[in-house]
């Protein structure tokens, strides 16, 4: 859909959608008493298959947005406003991601808990960013066609290689490095292979602006979408045991033992076809400003469910304890209570970074008085010392 602004709001309604299923996943994930996990339910196993479905549809999307809004700009490479502002936005996930981990208390005790260096959503969506943008400015001065093909050639590698690699367990590198590669020490997401679905979502956003003026692009790119995403769920499995057959190397053997990567992103095409299809309806401006909230709902979610700084969150009183009549309405409440806090605080963030500017600026304001006033009653204590001390090496001297 192009407006005046460019804005794919379709892509904005993709990005609410995925950040409520991720906070009623991880509140029913959490609090649900795990015998009621039931995987001959077929509501649980409907509950189950479009959790799995989240995190790829969060970072396919996120790589769209960002890819998107940075090829979209006349300038090229560092010149590219987009660059400075993404390496900033990079740095700022990361530095929010270990945040989150920090436990006030620990610092009390002079303690950093392993908990702190584990890798999350947030770690691994601010390196993605960082990685678009060096393989961007790779191919910034080089033929139209190369950025795309590295997009997809960085995700075919990852999506391929990833039952050899997950074996690794890294342990040649620090944990603090090594969190971010593998999960034996708790991680609970991995840069490999989840950069895979960031540039492949760069890759579809390419697609979008390379053909966003062709008359035809929903026409084209639904049925695309669906018939790309059913083949991937559906037969590339088999696919990768027949080309096992024929080469005989062992990683197409492996693919099909546990294909999530592109059954998922097969999933994740699907769901692109669906927001594509409704993409007319779906300009509602509060679902979109849900889309431009994820961050800020993201952050309050885990404040509350899992208790970043104080360690007193819900997780903590009502840690798999629940029933589903208790965790359900608690869910769609959770979800609401997020978003509203959210909203608000995205209503008045202006206010909200002025109002935490200037109470930095008046500490150090009177930090800066404390020291200026000091130094005077420094001066004078530094001329009694010195005093002191040549009185001293006269009575030692004499």
């Not at 191919?139 to 950025?147: C, E, Q, V, W």
């Not at 559906?234 to 696919?239: F, I, L, T």
């Not at 033992?257 to 097969?266: A, C, H, K, P, S």
Request: glycine share 8%; hydrophobic share 50%; proline share 4%.
């Amino acid at each position: 859909m192009k407006t005046q602004t460019n804005r794919l709001f379709f892509i904005d309604a993709m990005r609410a959608w995925a950040i409520l299923m991720m906070l009623q996943g991880h509140f029913i994930d959490g609090l649900l008493d795990p015998i009621y996990r039931d995987t001959e339910n077929a509501t649980f196993n409907v509950w189950l298959y479009f959790r799995g479905i989240t995190a790829p549809v969060f970072f396919t999307v996120s790589g769209f947005i960002f890819t998107y809004l940075l090829i979209r700009v006349p300038q090229k490479g560092f010149n590219n406003p987009r660059v400075a502002k993404g390496v900033r936005r990079g740095l700022q996930l990361l530095l929010i991601g270990y945040l989150l981990r920090l436990n006030v208390w620990g610092l009390f005790k002079g303690q950093v808990y392993n908990a702190f260096y584990l890798v999350d959503v947030l770690h691994c969506i601010g390196l993605s960013i960082l990685a678009l943008i060096g393989v961007y400015l790779l191919a910034s001065k080089r033929k139209p066609y190369l950025f795309p093909t590295l997009l997809l050639g960085i995700t075919l590698v990852l999506f391929l290689f990833e039952p050899l690699y997950k074996q690794w367990s890294f342990s040649f590198l620090p944990d603090v490095i090594a969190n971010y590669f593998t999960k034996t020490n708790g991680s609970v997401f991995t840069i490999f292979p989840w950069l895979g679905y960031a540039t492949i979502g760069g890759f579809v956003s390419v697609l979008f602006t390379r053909f966003k003026d062709f008359k035809y692009l929903y026409t084209v790119g639904i049925p695309l979408a669906t018939a790309v995403g059913y083949l991937l769920i559906y037969h590339s499995s088999s696919a990768f045991a027949s080309l096992y057959k024929i080469t005989g190397w062992e990683f197409f053997g492996l693919i099909p033992l546990n294909n999530y990567l592109f059954i998922r992103l097969g999933n994740v095409l699907i769901v692109f076809a669906v927001f594509m299809l409704l993409r007319k309806f779906l300009t509602n401006r509060t679902i979109l400003n849900i889309g431009a909230s994820t961050l800020s709902i993201y952050v309050i979610h885990f404040i509350i469910l899992y208790g970043s700084f104080t360690g007193l969150g819900l997780y903590r009183f009502f840690n798999h304890s629940l029933t589903p009549q208790t965790v359900i309405p608690g869910a769609v409440l959770f979800m609401v209570v997020c978003t509203y806090l959210a909203l608000k605080y995205h209503r008045h963030e202006v206010e909200i970074k002025s109002q935490i500017a200037w109470a930095m600026a008046s500490m150090k304001r009177q930090a800066i008085d404390v020291k200026e006033a000091s130094i005077p009653l420094l001066r004078e204590l530094s001329i009694r010392v010195r005093l002191i001390l040549r009185r001293f090496l006269r009575t030692v001297r004499g």
